[in-house]
């Protein structure tokens, strides 16, 4: 399954921060079409992903009935996001 999306990088203070793009509504509707056949335990979605130039491999995570993109600063440091910014997303779910 292959979804292209525009979310914002949002950032989680805990111990440590993380940054993820929130899935919007309709994406994540459709993930969770796909979700028992692509997880592999806690409900997260592996997932191959691209954002400007660079691609990467991450898992969603479950939110709320929605899923969470983690963007690790190997993905936001050379193109130099931060928390507020605006993304397009490409993501194809690894069933």
């Known amino acids: 399954m292959e979804l292209t999306f525009t979310g914002t990088v949002t950032e989680w203070r805990g111990p440590?921060?993380?940054?993820f793009v929130p899935v919007p509504d309709m994406e994540s509707a459709d993930i969770r079409e796909v979700a028992s056949?692509?997880?592999y335990g806690w409900g997260?979605?592996?997932v191959e992903a691209r954002i400007g130039e660079v691609a990467f491999a991450t898992s969603l995570f479950p939110k709320d009935g929605a899923?969470?993109?983690p963007l690790k600063?190997?993905?936001r440091k050379p193109q130099g996001l931060s928390a507020g910014d605006d993304v397009t997303v490409e993501m194809t779910i690894r069933i």
């Open 16 to 19: 440590a921060p993380y940054y």
């Open 37 to 39: 056949m692509a997880t």
């Open 44 to 46: 997260v979605i592996p």
């Open 67 to 69: 899923y969470l993109l």
């Open 73 to 75: 600063a190997a993905v």
